[in-house]
């Protein structure tokens, strides 16, 4: 149980084009999502937290025009990286915390998003 | 600012023997720890949560420790098995954000046969 997918795996883009990256609770609701970016050999830094059917919450540094999640329903957030520069170019990891069932400390984690902006 | 380290040094040990991850936290009062596994370009899995009032946790061939006093935590492996070479994540609860986490950089594992 608690899987978290991410669509898609990968993706390579032109600088200057947006991206959408769908993250899912697959058998659960997930009260809260977050979403994470984790550069190479380096440790994963939270970019926003989102809840369904409200404004996410950004992390300082990071901006809300250029990072727009949307959290339509309790099973689906998205990420869309608009106008991507290469130094957008990362690893993008949502994960999920259980409604019910479950302790909402634990985090379940997607797959991640390898992006890589030409 | 809260502040997390882990070994930045990767840990090699023979199959069998027993691996321990250090984590140590500054500026910081959690009210839990958890411990997270992440393989090669995949997303972290959790392993184990340990709270403020617990001194030890065990789950089959791990144990975490957590000593607020010392604000470290540590990660044991027993028995270690080559299939638990990964890097291993300490994450804690970020102040004012909910359940949201803060995670050290990661201790690589290598369990060599």
């Known amino acids: 149980g608690a899987v978290v997918s991410q669509h898609p795996s990968r993706v390579i883009c032109k600088s200057g084009t947006s991206v959408k990256i769908e993250c899912r609770s697959l058998d659960f609701q997930a009260t809260t999502m977050f979403w994470y970016r984790q550069f190479p050999k380096q440790s994963l830094m939270l970019m926003a937290t989102?809840?369904?059917?409200?404004?996410?919450?950004?992390e300082q540094g990071v901006e809300k025009d250029k990072f727009l999640i949307n959290h339509a329903s309790l099973t689906l957030s998205t990420l869309t990286v608009t106008s991507a520069h290469p130094e957008d170019s990362s690893f993008y990891i949502c994960?999920?915390?259980?409604?019910?069932?479950?302790?909402?400390?634990?985090?379940?984690f997607g797959p991640g998003t390898r992006l890589l902006v030409l | 600012s809260q502040k997390i380290e882990q070994n930045s040094e990767a840990l090699n040990i023979q199959e069998g023997k027993t691996a321990t991850l250090t984590c140590n936290y500054t500026?910081?009062?959690?009210?839990?720890l958890q411990w997270y596994r992440q393989d090669p370009g995949r997303g972290p899995v959790f392993l184990l949560l340990?709270?403020?009032?617990?001194k030890e946790k065990r789950k089959e061939r791990l144990k975490v420790t957590f000593d607020t006093t010392l604000k470290q935590s540590l990660f044991h492996i027993t028995a270690s098995q080559p299939a638990d070479s990964a890097t291993y994540l300490c994450?804690?609860?970020?102040?004012?954000?909910?359940?949201?986490?803060?995670f050290g950089k990661g201790t690589s594992l290598l369990v060599t046969p």
């Open positions: 989102s809840n369904e059917g409200s404004k996410a919450t950004y």
């Open positions: 500026n910081y009062s959690p009210a839990y």
């Open positions: 340990i709270r403020e009032n617990e």
């Open positions: 994960s999920a915390t259980q409604l019910a069932g479950g302790t909402q400390e634990t985090q379940y």
């Open positions: 994450a804690l609860d970020m102040l004012n954000s909910g359940y949201a986490l803060n």
